[in-house]
């Protein structure tokens, strides 16, 4: 079974200092990643859901919290995580998420790796190319499993193989782009 959200945002480090916590990290992790699922786009919107459904929330996640935190202390919270550790507790949860057994599955669950440009990140002024993306979807739990920014001078031929060993996707059956079907890839995971 794979692990709630919850408890793998508990093994997140608390950037903040110990004296004036007001509110546990966790729920604030798991209530703004449900604002943002709900459709909240900005700290005051985020504060706002968590306002609004503070009673449900509390009740449906075993949380206590008095009131919801202003949004300015959402802010400050967001921004003092660990980029790479907020990568990692979701890619545990993605995968954790993707080892569930499928009903009648006979052949090997999908993954399909994509990349893409991403949009506006094309920069003249400081001569820096496009940012390309690649990603990890697994098809039978309509998941995705990880993104990896591919390297300004790499393609995506290396970035897929090292996306596959480090999600650690064995076993799987892999839809790629052509480009992935040259002659000198024989070594590929």
Not at 32 to 39: F, I
Not at 60 to 86: K, Q
């Amino acid at each position: 079974m794979p692990s709630s959200l919850l408890s793998l945002f508990s093994q997140v480090s608390d950037p903040r200092r110990g004296q004036g916590k007001m509110y546990p990290l966790a729920p604030i992790l798991l209530f703004t990643v449900l604002a943002m699922l709900a459709g909240a786009r900005s700290y005051r919107q985020v504060h706002g859901f968590i306002r609004t459904h503070l009673d449900r929330l509390n009740n449906g996640f075993g949380v206590s919290l008095r009131r919801a935190p202003a949004y300015s202390s959402v802010r400050f919270i967001l921004h003092g995580l660990d980029a790479d550790e907020m990568e990692r507790v979701f890619r545990a949860h993605a995968a954790g998420l993707a080892e569930a057994p499928i009903e009648g599955a006979a052949i090997p669950p999908a993954v399909a790796i994509d990349g893409k440009t991403l949009r506006g990140s094309f920069d003249a002024f400081h001569d820096r190319k496009a940012a390309h993306v690649l990603s990890a979807f697994a098809a039978d739990g309509q998941i995705i499993l990880g993104h990896l920014a591919i390297a300004e001078k790499s393609n995506e031929i290396p970035a897929a193989q090292a996306m596959i060993v480090a999600l650690g996707l064995t076993g799987r059956m892999f839809t790629l782009d052509a480009m992935h079907c040259q002659k000198n890839i024989r070594d590929c995971p």
